[in-house]
Nanobody
Framework: QVQLVESGGGLVQPGGSLRLSCAAS????????MGWFRQAPGKEREAVAA????????TYADFVKGRFTISRDNAKSTLHLQMNSLKPEDTAVYYC?????????????????WGQGTQVTVSS
């Protein structure tokens, strides 16, 4: 079992930055590919970014490319999402995910573990 706890969400003005973190426990993080997803009110959950087990591969949704950066520190069992140039449409609950499969955390299908989410609100 892997427990995932997100932090770092909050209220930020358009154009601002936030850094989300996901603390993992219960297993060795390098066993898992990791990803970030988000869900806005009234919308389906969508994939934001994913990173392979030892960070060789990263993928991003088109709507965050050039603005968000996913990273991981397996020694500290943490996953991060640096979000810059935030827009109001980035407002959502952001979820951390872990899976043995990179495809799972890229698509959201058959993810093994989910965090509880952290709220990000971009508003002036």
């Amino acid at each position: 079992q892997v427990q995932l706890v997100e932090s770092g969400g909050g209220l930020v003005q358009p154009g601002g930055s936030l850094r989300l973190s996901c603390a993992a426990s219960g297993s060795t993080l390098s066993f898992y590919a990791m990803g970030w997803f988000r869900q806005a009110p009234g919308k389906e959950r969508e994939a934001v970014a994913a990173i392979s087990h030892i960070a060789i591969t990263t993928t991003y949704a088109d709507f965050v490319k050039g603005r968000f950066t996913i990273s991981r520190d397996n020694a500290k069992s943490t996953l991060h999402l640096q979000m810059n140039s935030l827009k109001p449409e980035d407002t959502a609950v952001y979820y951390c995910a872990a899976s043995r499969s990179l495809a799972a955390v890229t698509t959201g299908n058959e993810v093994d573990y989910w965090g509880q989410g952290t709220q990000v609100t971009v508003s002036s």
